[in-house]
């Protein structure tokens, strides 16, 4: 009676560290898969002008496509003039030594409240807003300024970088 006892005992530890093993393998090879995944949009950019006049506004388009098999909800925010810069894209400007421009006092005043909304972007469509860069940072300096945007992407958790472009500034 006592051995019987003591193999099922045995058997009942050995099923227990084997599905604590398996289970372990399958959420080991499962964390590159989640890690791995592609954001369902990409970011691309477009400067409306390559050579700007000191003092002129710099526009910038940016399209979100997306490659996604399934509708995938992008963040819009809500403002007068529909310009997005600064409430939904993260933008990254330098100049020639590497430095960033100072940012402009609306730059400073963003972040204090805003509204907005997700608006639904199907499978191979794109959403395309324009950005007025200049609004963000006083590019008035002449010089080259390289521009690269990000996108925060709820799904994959990651900021998604876009190409990035080159605008000259003219005297």
């Known amino acids: 009676m ?6 099922k005992r045995s058997a009942a530890m050995l099923a227990l560290l ?19 995944r592609q954001p369902p949009f990409s970011l691309t950019i477009r400067a409306k002008e390559g050579e700007i006049k000191s003092g002129s506004l710099i526009w910038v388009d940016a399209t979100v496509e997306s490659k ?3 509708a995938v909800l992008v963040y819009q925010a809500t403002s007068g ?11 990254d400007i330098r100049n020639e030594l590497e430095g960033t ?9 963003l972040g204090a409240g805003g509204s907005g909304g997700y ?3 199907d499978p191979g469509k794109t959403l395309v ?3 007025n860069v200049s609004k963000l940072y006083d590019l008035n300096p002449p010089g080259k300024y390289t521009i ?10 990651t900021l998604v970088r876009s190409n990035t472009v080159t605008v000259t500034v003219t005297p």
């Open 68 to 70: 996604s098999n399934h």
């Open 18 to 36: 084997t599905l604590v093993f398996f289970s372990a393998n399958i959420q080991a090879q499962d964390a590159p898969r989640a890690q791995n």
């Open 129 to 131: 807003h324009s950005v």
């Open 101 to 109: 421009p100072p940012k402009t006092k609306y730059a400073h005043g």
């Open 119 to 121: 608006v639904r972007l």
């Open 2 to 7: 006592r051995n019987w006892v003591y193999q």
């Open 148 to 157: 690269q945007f990000g996108r925060f992407d709820r799904e994959t958790k």
């Open 81 to 91: 003039d529909m310009d997005q810069g600064g409430w939904v894209y993260q933008i």
